[in-house]
């Protein structure tokens, strides 16, 4: 009887104390790398399925994203300015900058404050995934989409896009990519927390919560467990199991 008491009281206080872990999670994010080309069918994919649907909601606090437009492209550095030559073409290369330079550009390259990257980036490179088309005269409909998400200095980032500083981004990215593999195997590549790994790099293809959500520390997001937290589940399973026992006796 006694022994019961004291062992429902302790599991009370383990429970408590668990729950009440990691509820900052601002400086525990997953670091999320994303290693993309503009016109590459995958990577659109990831970007419009997986990656901005995903983010939208809480998951969204939990993340700290990088985004790498780059893949299999050749850097050469010819006399004095980089060429590049990308997986999908030409019109590949002129996206990645244009990528890039939005990246650098929107906002200063800050993240919006609170999150772990700048929301107007985010959605404008998701729309300029999704709308990209080879065969049309625009292939990348940077004004459409910088109406949708407002972006307000287009004007700065088709500059920048055009210009070596657009040459010097991308070389860096480079630089960043070559760090993970060189040459990449697989486009796009998603690295969690610095650390590649190929079944992580897959399943966020289909199912990037679920990949996510294994890196995520302590009580996890609505989305990671449907139901909400687990470990309360755990918890009051056990509690259960306690109170019939005392019954019992
Ligand atoms: C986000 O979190 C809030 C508060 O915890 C919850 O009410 C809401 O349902 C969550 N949203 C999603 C999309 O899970
Ligand atoms: C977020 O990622 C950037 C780029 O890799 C890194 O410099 C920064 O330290 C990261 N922040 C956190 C909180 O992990
Ligand atoms: C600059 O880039 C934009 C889109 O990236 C393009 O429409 C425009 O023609 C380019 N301008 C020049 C002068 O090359
Ligand atoms: C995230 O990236 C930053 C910068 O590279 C690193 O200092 C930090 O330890 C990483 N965080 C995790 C959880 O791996």
């Given at each position: 009887?006694?022994?019961?008491?004291?062992?429902?009281?302790?599991?009370?206080?383990?429970?408590?104390?668990?729950?009440?872990?990691?509820?900052?999670?601002?400086?525990?994010?997953?670091?999320?790398?994303?290693?993309?080309?503009?016109?590459?069918?995958?990577?659109?994919?990831?970007?419009?399925?997986?990656?901005?649907?995903?983010?939208?909601?809480?998951?969204?606090?939990?993340?700290?994203?990088?985004?790498?437009?780059?893949?299999?492209?050749?850097?050469?550095?010819?006399?004095?300015?980089?060429?590049?030559?990308?997986?999908?073409?030409?019109?590949?290369?002129?996206?990645?900058?244009?990528?890039?330079?939005?990246?650098?550009?929107?906002?200063?390259?800050?993240?919006?404050?609170?999150?772990?990257?700048?929301?107007?980036?985010?959605?404008?490179?998701?729309?300029?995934?999704?709308?990209?088309?080879k065969n049309a005269k625009v292939v990348f409909p940077t004004k459409e989409c910088a109406t949708y998400n407002p972006v307000n200095n287009l004007?700065?980032?088709?500059?920048?896009?055009?210009?070596?500083?657009?040459?010097?981004?991308?070389?860096?990215?480079?630089?960043?990519?070559?760090?993970?593999?060189?040459?990449?195997?697989?486009?796009?590549?998603?690295?969690?927390?610095?650390?590649?790994?190929?079944?992580?790099?897959?399943?966020?293809?289909?199912?990037?919560?679920?990949?996510?959500?294994?890196?995520?520390?302590?009580?996890?997001?609505?989305?990671?467990?449907?139901?909400?937290?687990?470990?309360?589940?755990?918890?009051?399973?056990?509690?259960?199991?306690?109170?019939?026992?005392?019954?019992?006796?």
């Amino acid at each position: 009887m006694k022994l019961q008491l004291i062992l429902s009281f302790v599991l009370t206080i383990v429970c408590v104390l668990a729950q009440h872990e990691n509820h900052n999670h601002e400086d525990q994010r997953v670091n999320v790398s994303v290693y993309y080309e503009s016109l590459c069918p995958d990577s659109r994919k990831f970007f419009t399925l997986q990656l901005y649907p995903s983010l939208q909601g809480n998951l969204s606090s939990f993340v700290n994203l990088t985004l790498v437009p780059y893949g299999k492209s050749k850097a050469t550095f010819d006399i004095n300015e980089w060429r590049f030559e990308c997986h999908h073409g030409e019109q590949e290369c002129q996206g990645n900058k244009i990528q890039a330079c939005a990246l650098k550009h929107i906002d200063n390259g800050l993240n919006t404050p609170g999150y772990g990257f700048n929301k107007i980036s985010l959605a404008f490179i998701n729309c300029l995934m999704d709308k990209a088309d080879k065969n049309a005269k625009v292939v990348f409909p940077t004004k459409e989409c910088a109406t949708y998400n407002p972006v307000n200095n287009l004007g700065e980032i088709e500059n920048c896009a055009n210009h070596t500083s657009a040459s010097n981004y991308l070389a860096m990215f480079g630089k960043l990519t070559d760090q993970v593999q060189n040459p990449l195997k697989s486009v796009p590549t998603i690295v969690f927390n610095n650390q590649y790994k190929q079944a992580d790099s897959d399943l966020a293809q289909t199912n990037f919560v679920k990949a996510l959500c294994q890196y995520i520390k302590g009580e996890k997001p609505a989305e990671c467990t449907r139901n909400g937290g687990e470990s309360l589940k755990i918890c009051i399973g056990f509690l259960s199991i306690l109170a019939v026992l005392w019954n019992i006796h």
